[in-house]
């Protein structure tokens, strides 16, 4: 059974551009989490989702991110016209919809905006 | 909301026994008290959860009071290889799907 799954590990974006960042669950898991961690900080909330449905985006910027996880297919978020504050790790977890305290964390996108 | 606080950082030598103590005041009823490990560069790692007393794993202990106000992760017999950030979280029991985490505590485990 492999883990959370996150692509791309690395990348580097232009300031202006937009950054795609994909997340695919471990199997059975239906709630997919995306958090957020400057260089040196904790780990921050960003968005709940299960299968369709945004379960909580406190955590989400009001401009320029998305996220979405569809029916068929990875769990995506979006970050339009990053600036150089994007600049961060994005972890990725799953979990079983009956245990979500006990997430289990993708290896990381490390996005770096020039 | 409850709101958790845990120290910002902690030192330790090996072989000793380490304990981390996160308060949430605030905590709902129906919330547990879970636990992770980040080591640097990479995802959290789930450690131990609780909803009272204790409870222990292989890999630590986890004290909770009657009031469950606070907590305590216990990591016994640290090594080298404990060096990590450890994050408290507390949420996602019942029908309550927020999660409120810590901002984490530094352990560094010295030789």
């Known amino acids: 059974n492999a883990g959370v799954m996150q692509n791309p590990r690395h990348l580097v974006r232009r300031r202006g551009q937009e950054a795609r960042l994909r997340c695919s669950p471990m199997?059975?898991?239906?709630?997919v989490y995306w958090y957020r961690q400057l260089p040196e900080e904790g780990l921050k909330f960003m968005v709940y989702?299960?299968?369709?449905?945004?379960?909580?985006e406190s955590g989400m910027p009001k401009e320029r991110f998305s996220a979405e996880f569809p029916k068929e297919g990875p769990s995506i978020l979006r970050i339009q016209q990053v600036v150089r504050g994007d600049s961060a790790a994005y972890f990725c977890a799953s979990s079983p919809p009956n245990s979500i305290n006990e997430q289990f964390f993708g290896p990381g996108t490390r996005l770096t905006v020039l | 909301l409850a709101k958790t606080t845990q120290p910002i950082s902690m030192d330790s030598y090996e072989g000793q026994e380490v304990n981390i103590t996160c308060s949430h005041n605030?905590?709902?009823?129906?919330?547990?008290i879970t636990w992770y490990q980040q080591f640097p560069s990479q995802g959290p790692r789930f450690i131990i959860q609780g909803y009272k007393t204790k409870v222990t794993n292989e890999v630590a202990s986890l004290f909770i009071p009657a009031d469950r106000k606070s907590s305590t992760l216990s990591l016994p017999r640290v090594s080298l290889s404990d060096t990590a950030v450890y994050y408290c979280?507390?949420?996602?029991?019942?029908?309550?799907?927020?999660?409120?985490w810590g901002l984490g505590t530094s352990l560094a485990v010295n030789p």
């Open positions: 989702l299960q299968k369709e449905n945004i379960i909580d």
């Open positions: 199997k059975g898991h239906s709630h």
């Open positions: 605030n905590i709902a009823t129906n919330d547990y």
């Open positions: 979280l507390v949420g996602g029991g019942g029908n309550n799907r927020k999660l409120i």
